[in-house]
């Protein structure tokens, strides 16, 4: 599966983005998914995971509160709402796959086998 990124930018602290993730090459319904973050000089971070029914759900501590991740199958897209944003929150924002195999979501950078390119959220002060 190819999985690619968008939706992020520049906004203020306090601001909201909705970043998405389209996936192409095969069904999303077989994949659980995850969103991951990397600040500079900082290692890449886990930050929310949905598992391929959408029934499981878990968040990073710094982000449960403020960010909901979703899914459409339908569409083969996946999406992470992101609300009250703080400029610890400025990352590049990945997009993660992993053949769900009848687990529930997955919460290490490791565990995932499919990678889209990433795309830049900064949070200005």
């Known amino acids: 599966v190819q999985l690619q990124a968008s939706g992020g930018g520049l906004v203020q602290a306090g601001g909201s983005l909705r970043l998405s993730c389209a996936a192409s090459?095969?069904?999303?319904?077989?994949?659980?998914m995850g969103w991951f973050r990397q600040a500079p000089g900082k290692e890449r971070e886990f930050v929310a995971a949905?598992?391929?029914?959408?029934?499981?759900?878990a968040y990073a501590d710094s982000v449960k509160g403020r960010f909901t991740i979703s899914r459409d199958n339908a569409k083969n897209m996946v999406y992470l709402r992101m609300n009250s944003l703080k400029p610890e929150d400025t990352a590049v924002y990945y997009c993660?796959?992993?053949?769900?195999?009848?687990?529930?979501?997955?919460?290490?950078?490791?565990?995932?086998?499919?990678w889209g390119q990433g795309t830049q959220v900064t949070v200005s002060s």
């Open positions: 993660a796959a992993v053949t769900h195999r009848g687990l529930p979501v997955r919460l290490r950078v490791d565990e995932y086998e499919h």
């Open positions: 090459g095969r069904t999303l319904s077989s994949y659980n």
């Open positions: 949905i598992s391929w029914s959408g029934g499981n759900i």
